[in-house]
């Protein structure tokens, strides 16, 4: 079995996909209606449909797993879904409910450790119970 190695940006530029399954780019070379998801979600929209290309750029150290980002096309993009005002309260509460210490009840305002020494307690509570020593 013969491994594709990825010596140069000349490797990695396949537009025809003759020799990868979708359309290859080096990096920093793709079309300009061809972004990647983190481009997107920056301009306030996701991915309609899947990849429908890929850039590629050499590693050194690794000249058989070159890096990898998958491109969309722009003009198949579609809105962000925005959540409902039921959902953005779950999620309020969920997040109060991580900052709230089980031992004392208290708001934190961070959220709480569930790894030794803390194991979900505030910091308070952990030097009440002698697992930790706090500074004066």
């Given at each position: 079995?013969?491994?594709?190695?990825?010596?140069?940006?000349?490797?990695?530029?396949?537009?025809?996909?003759?020799?990868?399954?979708?359309?290859?780019?080096?990096?920093?070379?793709?079309?300009?209606?061809?972004?990647?998801?983190?481009?997107?979600?920056?301009?306030?929209?996701?991915?309609?449909?899947?990849?429908?290309?890929?850039?590629?750029?050499?590693?050194?150290?690794?000249?058989?797993?070159?890096?990898?980002?998958?491109?969309?096309?722009?003009?198949?993009?579609?809105?962000?879904r925005?959540p409902?005002?039921?959902?953005?309260?779950?999620?309020?509460?969920?997040?109060?409910?991580?900052?709230?210490?089980?031992?004392?009840?208290?708001?934190?305002?961070y959220?709480?450790?569930?790894?030794?020494?803390?194991?979900?307690?505030?910091?308070?509570?952990?030097?009440?119970?002698?697992?930790?020593?706090?500074?004066?």
């Amino acid at each position: 079995m013969v491994t594709q190695r990825y010596l140069s940006h000349f490797d990695c530029h396949d537009p025809t996909a003759q020799r990868h399954p979708i359309p290859t780019y080096a990096w920093g070379r793709a079309p300009d209606h061809l972004v990647t998801r983190r481009q997107l979600r920056a301009a306030g929209w996701s991915p309609g449909q899947h990849a429908v290309a890929q850039m590629l750029r050499p590693r050194k150290r690794r000249p058989t797993q070159p890096l990898r980002a998958w491109l969309y096309d722009i003009e198949a993009a579609v809105p962000k879904r925005v959540p409902s005002p039921a959902q953005l309260d779950a999620i309020g509460k969920a997040l109060r409910a991580r900052r709230t210490c089980p031992a004392c009840g208290q708001d934190v305002g961070y959220c709480l450790a569930a790894s030794w020494p803390c194991l979900g307690e505030c910091l308070d509570c952990t030097a009440a119970a002698g697992r930790i020593q706090l500074a004066a």
